[in-house]
């Protein structure tokens, strides 16, 4: 089933075009890659999907489970199960990790017409999603990223990910900063959130993330555009031979 | 008419017929030199942003009668204390109900019935210490003013139970209210203060009302007000605090719904190494006024001064921060820090904030800071990309700016009731109060 098709999209940000005509599509329970390099488009790609003011769509068009996204606010398309971890988290001083999740789950809980849930189970539910990516139970009592180490932050972006049990995750960067015993719990804990109806597209700049998650397709992007689409072979040639062999025109850039 | 005309009537008729009492020629004194400041305008400094000309359009009385309150009512106000023992000193409309006083052991306390103060002279060259000679509401207050309490907390005394100063008006013209406490707190006692004003009354109320406090030695006294659906009353109240050595103070202010309020806070070092934190939040929507007025004086050295406001306006509020700190010249390592910040939510919303620094000596740290904006929009999307609606998450930060004064009220039944107050004001009871989760999650951790 297809979860996510975007056509011909550009985007552009104060006037000046970042998206310069990208194609993708998602379907169910595929683990997309885009790799490319600073500068590209790639967090502009993940945050135009999560409806962050500020991103002009210029022309094309995103589809999610059938709908246009373009027309629904980030909170609709969260409820619709749409989930960012973000490259930088962002910190949220006097909200609790546990009041955070409690509020959003509720919502969206609503959203899909589900029971809220029961103080107990939700207890018990946040704590095994925590030590998923090995954060204890006390970093649910602090405060959403509040002093949290680099590492710490993209652990709770995936705690969050747990929690809100997303149809399609974009997961921006979520490697970087993140030490070897740190990316080994992460992708773990990523690869245990796998499920037939769950995608993934994971913006990375790493062969290393990609060694545990395996993903089905690998996407290069290049000045706002996907230049090179391969299986997973793809990466390794990628880290072998850097992006110069992009820029000199080879292979897919024909 | 005007307001002068209007109390120099109400004067009239209630005092000066029996001017042959001494108190009642003390009152003339009084408010003869009231009337001689006048008014504030705003030319006046302490007044700039602070507009009293409607008082002239109110046509203000003084109660003649005054409607019988039970307890019952009261205690419905405290329930928050959840039963618990509370001391309460009521001024019901403009005096002293001594039916809900319940005896005391550990203190002094006496009533000064209206105006017996004045013969009270160890009392008065107390008051004088504290006294603003150049805030002609001080002279409004003393000429009016009914009913007086005195409490003298004992040496040593600690006790975890509140004591509340519990203001409510429910009067049925526009009226004036006049009152005066004195709390002397003895060395190494530790007190906790409730200040609470309620106004029931359709009509305008006029409050002014002062309260002193003389802290002695190594005492440590929290002062919390708490100003919330008081619609109708123009309250000025006056917090005024002398500090001896080694004295702990802790004022957290509360206003939260409010028509008019000025809250005068002063604080007086007398001797050296006193500590004094001054915190407020307030909030103010459409056609509502709160006006923090703080003065913290330090004449003697070693002495720690720390204030933390926190605004949030919406609608056509208005707020207004003034805080001087003034350092005598033999006052060396001062500390003196100060810090407003405010949240704007709309475009008609305003805020005058106004730091004013007089420093005159040289080894000090000092540091003061103001700020008005609006809410981060780099926090509000990371929110409402959780599936969070965007007022929800608007809530969560308003709620997230001032939760750090509202965890400094250290009475845990009332740091619950004002953390519940805001929650309820900003729509996150569900949140915050409905689900057993925070206890949950704090008792299994
Ligand atoms: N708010 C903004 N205003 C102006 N330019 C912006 C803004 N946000 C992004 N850009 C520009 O858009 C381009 C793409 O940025 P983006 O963050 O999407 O890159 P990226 O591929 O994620 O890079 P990296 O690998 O470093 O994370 C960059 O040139 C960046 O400077
Ligand atoms: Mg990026």
Redesign the pocket.
Request: proline share 5%.
């Given at each position: 089933m297809e979860i996510l098709k975007i056509e011909n999209l550009k985007v552009a940000?104060?006037g000046?075009l970042?998206i310069k005509g990208l194609n993708l599509t998602i379907n169910s329970g595929e683990v997309h890659a885009i790799m490319?390099?600073?500068?590209?488009?790639?967090?502009?790609?993940a945050y135009v999907l999560a409806g962050k003011p500020?991103y002009e769509v210029v022309e094309g068009e995103i589809t999610f489970l059938g709908k246009n996204i373009l027309e629904l606010e980030p909170e609709e398309r969260a409820k619709e199960g749409l989930f960012l971890a973000f490259?930088y988290p962002v910190e949220i001083p006097g909200v609790t990790n546990a009041n955070f999740m409690k509020t959003a789950v509720n919502e969206v809980r609503k959203y899909r017409n589900l029971e809220p849930l029961d103080a107990f189970d939700f207890l018990q539910t946040l704590k095994e999603r925590a030590a998923l990516v090995g954060l204890d139970s006390s970093y649910l009592n602090r405060n959403v990223n509040e002093g949290f180490s680099g590492g710490e932050k993209k652990r709770n972006e995936i705690f969050q990910l747990a929690m809100l049990e997303p149809i399609l995750a974009v997961l921006?960067?979520t490697d970087s900063g993140l030490d070897i015993d740190a990316l080994k719990i992460v992708a773990n804990g990523v690869n245990s959130l796998r499920k037939p109806d769950r995608s993934f597209l994971v913006?990375t700049?790493y062969q290393r993330l990609l060694n545990y998650l395996t993903p089905d397709f690998v996407h290069v992007?290049y000045d706002g555009k996907i230049v090179i689409s391969g299986g997973k072979e793809l990466a390794y040639e990628l880290e072998a031979k850097g992006y110069d062999w992009l820029k000199n025109g080879n292979n897919g850039l024909k | 008419m005007g307001f002068i005309d209007n109390v120099s009537a109400l004067f009239e008729k209630k005092f000066s017929k029996q001017i042959c009492r001494d108190e009642d020629s003390e009152r003339l004194v009084f408010f003869e030199k009231f009337k001689e400041l006048g008014l504030p305008t705003i030319k006046n400094e302490d007044w700039k942003y602070t507009n009293l000309a409607f008082l002239n359009e109110i046509n203000f009385q003084l109660s003649s009668c005054t409607k019988a309150i039970d307890t019952g009512l009261v205690e419905k106000y405290l329930s928050f204390l959840n039963g618990n023992d509370k001391i309460v000193v009521p001024y019901i409309n403009n005096s002293i109900d001594e039916s809900f006083v319940k005896p005391l052991s550990s203190f002094d306390y006496k009533i000064l019935r209206n105006g017996s103060f004045f013969a009270n002279t160890k009392l008065i060259s107390k008051f004088s210490n504290f006294f603003d000679s150049s805030n002609p509401f001080n002279f409004l207050t003393l000429a009016f003013s009914t009913d007086s309490a005195y409490l003298n907390v004992n040496n040593g005394f600690e006790n975890e139970i509140p004591i509340i100063l519990f203001y409510l008006y429910d009067f049925e013209i526009n009226t004036l209210s006049n009152t005066l406490s004195f709390v002397e707190v003895e060395e190494d006692a530790k007190i906790n203060i409730i200040a609470i004003f309620i106004n029931r009354s359709r009509d305008k109320v006029f409050a002014n009302e002062i309260i002193n406090f003389h802290l002695k030695r190594n005492s440590n006294v929290e002062v919390n007000i708490l100003q919330f659906n008081i619609d109708n009353l123009v309250l000025i109240d006056n917090f005024n605090f002398i500090l001896e050595s080694g004295a702990t103070l802790k004022i957290n202010t509360f206003s939260l719904n409010n028509y008019f309020v000025r809250n005068n806070l002063n604080v007086l070092f007398n001797e050296p190494y006193g500590t004094a934190f001054l915190n407020g939040i307030y909030f103010t929507a459409d056609d509502e006024f709160v006006d923090n007025h703080t003065l913290v004086l330090h004449n003697q050295p070693n002495c720690i001064s720390d204030e933390n406001f926190r605004g949030i306006l919406d609608g056509t509020g208005r707020a207004v921060f003034n805080g001087k700190i003034y350092v005598a010249r033999d006052a060396q390592k001062t500390n003196a820090y100060q810090s407003n910040k405010n949240l704007l939510l709309s475009n008609d919303a305003r805020i005058n904030t106004r730091p004013q620094l007089e420093i005159y000596a040289d080894d000090v740290r000092c540091t003061h800071g103001a700020t008005a904006g609006y809410l981060d929009q780099e926090m509000l999307f990371y929110i409402v990309s959780r599936g969070i609606s965007k007022e929800k998450a608007k809530s969560l930060l308003l709620n997230s700016f001032v939760s750090e004064n509202l965890e400094k009220v250290e009475q845990p039944d009332l740091r619950n009731f004002v953390k519940e107050l805001v929650a309820k004001k900003l729509n996150l009871e569900d949140i915050f109060f409905c689900s057993a989760i925070d206890e949950l999650t704090n008792a299994s951790l």
């Open positions: 940000i104060d000046k970042i490319g390099p600073n500068g590209t488009g790639k967090s502009t790609l500020g490259q921006d960067e913006i700049h992007m | -």
